[in-house]
């Protein structure tokens, strides 16, 4: 509602230059009153664009925030129908985010004002000239024939504009991420043609938004040029008696000059709209994605004690891939190994039962049945996450109580006690990427994290990867004690690992 103050702040204005003219016209001097209506005018707009922009801003912040609370939560550990590349989730966290917060800073007021400011623009015009107000709304309804046509092509442009910035979003930062692995094997023509593509891509869907956004933009001035043309003629002819027709009112100077001055803020709430158009269909596309991405409500956990894990026709399928089905269960004291080959989507099943990825078909339950709860589920990741901080803060970071020797514990548990040796034991610093750590020390500072969590489901991605016989061989006789008095789920290649396991399931 704030919007309607600058209704009359424009009307004091354009009664003040009214007055103003019709005074100078008869040989007198611009009055003291006609001077503080525009004074009066000028400040009123102004104090109401500084007021409906804080408003629009604090609206915007409070509804950003309420995404990200849902959203960020989504993409760090949520059920997803897919999983989604490091740029693709950047640009729902951070992309997505702005375009929302555009939409509601600027095209939620222009809409809000829009939708009663030029009726009560023409009912103030009705008091100096009905039909000066009657061109005005008359010229409207062509408009708004014409704005819907373009908004509704406006829409479809923008959504597949921001579709395609997130594609490009997602490939540009995996492929950066993977650079080494481009360079060694040659592959650098083949991924500038697939960025290539893909920004040209980007380039084609953008010039369509544009193109539409000026249809729209034409549309508009057509309108409010012709409403303000009809009005100035209409007017004039009628102070001049030239009218072809019966004057239906009779006007005075100020009369035709306040009527005239008020026709341009007609439009303008439909100008301030057009002009953040743009941001509306981003706006929309926008949430659209998001709600795309959105997992389905999960059922709520089980609280009971974790009784085994029952995994039950599971099937993941993505373009060009199928897995599954898969069924197996896995007692509270067990191991069971999940083998195939490279692609074959073994830690994309690990992913799902962990609650990570929504399966196309078949369900993962505790053995009695319920909902498995995340709280009972430790993952040692191929690549877990490095934080920079020392290296107990990192194996910390499964249980921040934990005291300085149940983490020297675990550490030795997973041997890393030559790194502890080595190189300044558990202060060593880390930074983000593990840097003067091998993948197999990597590996171990993972299960360390996982061990230490104390929860009774233990996934574990390729734990032996990159660890030579003895060091595999120390790994496979960790996960055969920890399986005496937990669930241990492994996926591996190692033929050691797989048959320490209850069961092999070969994908």
Known sequence: ??????????????????????????GDGIS???????????????????????????TAQRVVRAWRAHLFPLLLAGRLARPLLAGESAALAIDHMATIEAYQSRFRP????????PLLVAAIVAFASWVSAAILVITLIPFALGMILAGTAARRASERQLAALAQLSGLFVDRVRTLPVIRHFGAEDRITRQVGIATREVAERTVAVLRVAFLSGA???????????LVAVYCGFSLLGLLPFPAPEKLTLGQAFFALAMAPEFYLPMRRLAAAYHEKQLGDAASAALTAVEAETPEPPTSARFDGLQVTGLVIQWPNLHIGPVSFALAPADMVALTGPTGSGKSSLLASIAGQIIPSAG????????????????????TPLLLPGTLAENIALARPDAGTDEIARVASQVGLDALLAARGGLALALDHRGSGLSGG???????????????????????????????????????KALARDRAVLVVTHDPALAAAARLEVAL
């Open 1 to 26: 509602m704030i919007w309607l103050l600058d209704v009359p702040g424009a009307a004091l204005f354009a009664g003040g230059i009214a007055l103003a003219v019709s005074a100078l016209a008869g």
């Open 110 to 117: 222009a809409r809000a004002a829009s939708a009663a400011t």
């Open 363 to 382: 369900a993962v339950r505790t053995a009695g049945g319920g909902v498995l709860d995340p709280g009972d589920i430790a993952w040692a990741a191929q």
């Open 219 to 229: 549309v508009l001035e057509f309108f409010a040029a012709l409403s303000v043309a």
């Open 32 to 58: 003291l009153l006609a001077a503080c209506m525009i004074l009066a005018g000028g400040l009123i707009r102004g104090g109401a664009a500084l007021l409906v922009h804080a408003s629009a801003i604090r």
């Open 441 to 479: 020390e990597r590996r171990r500072i993972g299960l360390a994290r996982a061990i230490l969590s104390g929860r009774p489901l233990l996934l574990c991605d390729e734990p032996t990867a990159d660890l030579d016989a003895e060091s595999g061989a120390e790994i496979v006789d960790l996960l």
